[in-house]
């Protein structure tokens, strides 16, 4: 029987883009894409999302790219900019299964630097745990992190549903024996959900 949905944060409750800073930068979604694909990419920011701090990493990054300084900065210094507010849907969605007597938790690769960008939003006050991978110095999809968040707040696998939108963290969420669901919408999200729950 299920008891706990984990959410993941980003683009599936929190719009976050690093091109909501780059194209009004640049001007031109192509070449933000080009930047983040070859410069400031995901592979680097996750060396920050599991706790390297961003001077450091950002120092590398610079020496590697020493023509792109100024940009390569503008990724911790315009950070706030990065956040568009919050997926549609989502947000009021858990909220509903709060009231509904699911208990609610968050597992999020993000930097401990700009984790205080996105908890002023008011879904945080319905969660009864959380773990960020920038304090734990833990990435998903390792099994540590998933299996951190179980005995942290004493949940079972078998009891609990993780959703994320990138599928080899929904696989490790599943290798430590949750259910776990991809989310692309909201509407796919309730479509998938809702006969899970409704198993007893």
């Known amino acids: 029987m299920i008891k706990n949905i984990i959410f993941d944060l980003g683009a599936v409750v929190i719009d976050w883009d690093p091109h909501h800073l780059y194209d009004p930068y640049f001007g031109n979604r192509e070449k933000a894409e080009w930047f983040l694909q070859n410069i400031c990419t995901r592979e680097w920011n996750t060396l920050m999302d599991a706790g390297l701090p961003f001077s450091k990493g950002i120092k590398a990054k610079v ?3 020493p023509e792109w300084e100024k940009e390569i900065n503008l990724y911790f210094e315009g950070s706030t900019k990065m956040i568009g507010g919050l997926i549609p849907g989502t947000s009021e969605y858990a909220i509903e299964l709060y009231t509904r007597g699911y208990k609610l938790f968050a597992l999020t690769n993000w930097s401990y630097e700009t984790f205080s960008n996105v908890t002023g939003f008011e879904f945080f006050k319905y969660l009864s745990g959380m773990v960020v991978s920038g304090y734990e110095k833990i990435v998903k999809p390792s099994p540590e992190i998933y299996k951190l968040l179980m005995s942290r707040y004493q949940i079972t696998a078998s009891e609990c549903i993780f959703i994320d939108d990138i599928q080899h963290n929904v ?15 909201c509407r796919q999200l309730k479509n998938d959900l809702e006969p899970l729950l409704l198993k007893k």
């Open 63 to 65: 020496e590697q790219f």
């Open 171 to 185: 696989d490790g969420a599943r290798a430590v024996g949750m259910q776990a669901l991809q989310f692309s919408s």
